[in-house]
């Protein structure tokens, strides 16, 4: 079967501090890989999907970047964190084609202060 | 993109049916209306799809209208671990991005 993690569970960064949070999906190949936001009583915010390796689309200009090393990897990344970048950031999987089949992970949330 | 429109909130009771509304009015005639829930602090998890036919699952049964310009999401014996948002969506493009508009938040009362 397949699973997705993703981690660490919560976090609390200084303003100005770099960000690396990882997310990995096991069980299969190729995925659509998905990371979204959701800042504290507002709805879900895709950032980035990946339809490859190395291949990255935003959806929002801003203060972070993604990265897809390897097929089953998503890493989202920020060199300088911002109290704007605090929130709930949640990985998601899905097979090419299945949008029905979206799943997501457990979730960061990320308090910036 | 097909918008949706859904009531920010609703509230049922306890062991009766919920029944959350969509509107898709601009839906296209290959796209698919999916429902997914978010539970406070975990992501959303799929419910259910459909295109044109009605649809049950173990958790939900879709009901489309024959014009597709809306539909209706029914839980039928709600629990208090029903209370969640709930997103109704319309298939995007060729990516399989979704687009999480506002939702329902649906509160189950005991």
């Known amino acids: 079967s397949q699973t997705i993690h993703q981690w660490p569970a919560t976090l609390v960064q200084p303003v100005g501090s770099p960000l690396s949070l990882e997310c990995t999906v096991e069980g299969t190949s190729n995925p659509n890989l998905y990371w979204y936001r959701q800042a504290a009583g507002r709805g879900l915010q895709l950032l980035f999907y990946s339809v490859g390796i190395g291949q990255i689309s935003s959806e929002v200009p801003q203060n972070l970047s993604a990265s897809r090393p390897q097929d089953r990897q998503f890493i989202l990344s920020s060199k300088k964190l911002l109290l704007s970048d605090s929130g709930f950031y949640l990985c998601a999987w899905a097979r090419q084609g299945n949008v029905y089949g979206y799943t997501f992970g457990s979730g960061t949330r990320l308090t910036v202060v | ?110």
């Open chain 2, 1 to 110: 993109d097909a918008k949706t429109t859904q009531p920010p909130s609703m509230d049922c009771a306890e062991g009766r049916a919920a029944n959350l509304p969509c509107n898709h009015s601009t839906i296209s005639g290959n796209e698919y209306v999916y429902w997914y829930r978010q539970i406070h602090s975990q992501g959303p998890q799929y419910i259910i799809h459909g295109l044109k036919n009605n649809e049950t699952n173990e958790m939900a049964s879709l009901i489309i209208t024959e014009d597709r310009k809306s539909s209706t999401l029914i839980l039928p014996h709600a629990t208090l671990r029903d209370t969640a948002v709930y997103y109704c969506i319309v298939r995007v493009d060729r990516d399989d991005k979704i687009i999480f508009g506002k939702g329902t938040r649906l509160h189950i009362l005991p």
